[in-house]
């Protein structure tokens, strides 16, 4: 008699890993199926507004003050009022800041256009504050007050996305409302402000799109894929409204500044990479090849199309008034580059146009219809061809007290004076200087040295973290910094300021509490880790409030004796 073999034992399907408890990691599957909301959303918008309430308060105080032109607002201030009176920018006379200044605003403006060397999205938000308040230091100001207070309530909701902590959340809006850089560009009109807020906007909408994604993906796929040939689910990723809101975003960042073309692309690839890290763990086999094609290709749609419209849409008080520009060409008012790319010999060409140099559109006959919206769209692309003749070589021979190279930028090698009044006898102006010394006002660029020289630590350790642990979060925060920072030394021949670098701040701010949540631990329970890294982080937040509070003075024009302006001056290159 014979009996039949036992069953071979079915072999168990292994997960991902195992957990400290050494129960199996759920799957991706399961985990985006599970994902549990995060803590009360009314605490955290009420705690998030809050903080951005007082980042306002802080900026509005005395915000028309110094009564004066600030450093480019000579520039910004009146080409956005230019814009919302003309339509587009036109040049000015010599004596134009002094009379503004004593209210006189009309009467100082040319007929002909200027050429603006930036798009047009910041100073037509500029042009908002002057339209409701009038030309005058608050009303040009205030436009950006509102956006830095917008800046840092974005900042409290993207680290508390990033980090599921609401806590950690509105520490990371209060560091970035402490530092000096962000708080000043919050109490200037230059362009820098707007910028950094709509790359931060679009930044958090790319990370909510992962979200999204992945949340989307788990209702899509009934279980864990288990076909080889399967690409995963396509039809119903196609459209992404987060990703749709971040091209939005990075096109008004781009109608600010061009320099957001470099996160744009930096963070293109990233949401790339994202979406084929959810299709491997999901189960696709070849997911990244497969994801550039179903998700690399919407991306690009959602995200850099978007962004070019967005763009181009931004120029339309430009494309209305194109022909100014055209018929410019052929007078002595517009100055077209023609440089040869060294400052020897690179030169605007104003006194005698050349006929070689013109727009091809300046001698054409004006058309008509959709023929005059194509004419002006060809005007505006040899605009753009001078525009970035002027950035690429023109500024190459130019040289500025403030410049500084991009590679001391995070360690606040050489801060930007905005204004300054020197030289204030004793007994005047409210001046109690002992005798044989003097007092001074001055508004510093300056950023919060805590919050940049912690910061630099902590974007090494974010580096480490995500090359090493693989933690996505902390990618953000590297790709962040690198592509806002990095691409500057490539230009480090031409002046540059250590400003533009409140670009790159919400990074540091995000790796700072990225590291803070790495040192507190997630679990609540007491312990000496969590007593460790909550007294460690406490006394970094602090030192920060302390620094910010230190610097005030010289971050808001208050009067100081000269022995007091050194004592916040540390080094020799911040003076």
Same mark, same amino acid.
């Given at each position: ?18 957990? +400290? ?27 998030s ?44 006379? %010599? ?9 006189? @605003? ?18 037509w938000?500029?042009?908002?504050g ?14 950006? +007050? ?20 609401? +806590? ?23 362009l820098?402000?707007?910028l ?19 949340a ?29 809101a ?15 073309a ?14 084929a ?9 070849? +997911? ?60 605007? @060409?104003? %006194? ?9 559109t ?9 023929g ?20 690429s ?80 979060r ?79 003075p ?9 022995s %007091? ?11």
């Open positions: 008699m014979t009996t039949a073999a036992p069953p071979e034992p079915q072999q168990e399907r292994v997960t991902l890993s195992t957990n +400290a408890a050494g129960r199996p990691v759920p799957s991706a599957w399961a985990r985006a199926r599970g994902r549990i909301r995060l803590e009360d959303p009314f605490v955290g918008w009420t705690a507004i809050s903080v951005a309430l007082l980042a306002l308060f802080l900026r509005l105080w005395k915000l028309g003050k110094p009564h004066e032109f600030e450093f480019d607002e000579t520039y910004y201030a009146k080409d956005a009022w230019s814009l919302l009176n003309h339509g587009y920018v036109r040049g000015y006379t %010599e004596k134009a800041n002094d009379r503004i200044l004593d209210g006189q @605003v009309d009467g100082h403006w040319t007929d002909g256009p200027s050429m603006i060397v930036h798009p047009e999205v910041g100073k938000l500029i042009a908002l002057e339209k409701t308040f009038g030309m005058d230091p608050f009303g040009w100001r205030i436009a950006a +007050a509102v956006v830095g207070a917008l800046m840092v309530l974005v900042m409290c909701r993207f680290a508390r996305r990033i980090t599921g902590s609401t +806590a950690l959340g509105i520490v990371a809006g209060l560091l970035l409302s402490f530092d000096g850089l962000q708080f000043v560009l919050s109490r200037l009109a230059l820098d402000i707007f950094a807020f709509f790359v931060l906007c679009g930044v958090h909408c790319a990370v909510a799109d992962r979200d999204w994604y992945r989307k993906m788990a209702r899509l796929v009934p279980a864990q894929i288990e076909d080889t040939s399967a690409w995963g689910p396509v039809r119903g990723l196609l459209f992404r409204p987060w990703l749709l971040s091209g939005l975003c990075f096109g008004l960042a781009l109608g600010t500044k061009w320099t957001a470099y996160p744009l692309a930096a963070f293109g690839l990233l949401v790339w990479f994202w979406s890290g959810a299709r491997r763990s999901f189960g696709v086999r070849a +997911a990244t090849l497969r994801s550039a094609v179903v998700d690399g290709i919407p991306a690009f749609v959602h995200l850099v199309l978007v962004a070019f419209v967005v763009y181009v849409a931004s120029w339309t008080g430009w494309l209305v008034h194109a022909d100014k520009y055209e018929d410019s060409l052929s007078s002595t008012q517009y100055t077209k580059f023609t440089g040869s790319g060294h400052c020897e010999g690179d030169s605007f @060409v104003s %006194e005698n146009p050349d006929e070689d140099a013109r727009w091809p300046a001698t054409e006959p004006d058309a008509s219809g959709a005059e919206a194509v004419q002006s769209l060809r005007s505006l692309w040899y605009y753009h061809q001078d525009l970035y003749a002027f950035h070589h023109f500024l190459n021979c130019s040289t500025h007290t403030y410049a500084s190279k991009p590679s001391g930028w995070l360690l606040l090698n050489r801060p930007v004076g905005v204004a300054a009044d020197v030289d204030i006898q004793p007994g005047t102006q409210g001046c109690n200087a002992p005798e044989g010394s003097d007092c001074l006002r001055q508004v510093l660029l300056l950023g919060n040295p805590t919050i940049w020289w912690g910061g630099i630590a902590a974007v090494a350790f974010a580096l480490v973290m995500w090359v090493g642990a693989r933690d996505w902390f990618g953000v925060a590297v790709v962040g910094v690198a592509s806002t920072w990095l691409p500057w030394l490539l230009y480090d021949d031409r002046p540059i300021f250590s400003f533009y670098a409140v670009l790159t701040l919400p990074f540091v701010v995000l790796a700072l509490v990225l590291a803070m949540g790495k040192l507190i631990g997630a679990s609540t329970a007491p312990s000496g880790r969590r007593t460790f890294g909550v007294i460690l982080s406490g006394t970094f937040f602090l030192l920060a409030l302390l620094n910010f509070a230190w610097f005030w010289i971050y808001t024009n208050q009067l100081l004796t000269h %007091e302006w050194l004592d916040r001056v540390w080094f020799s290159r911040w003076i």
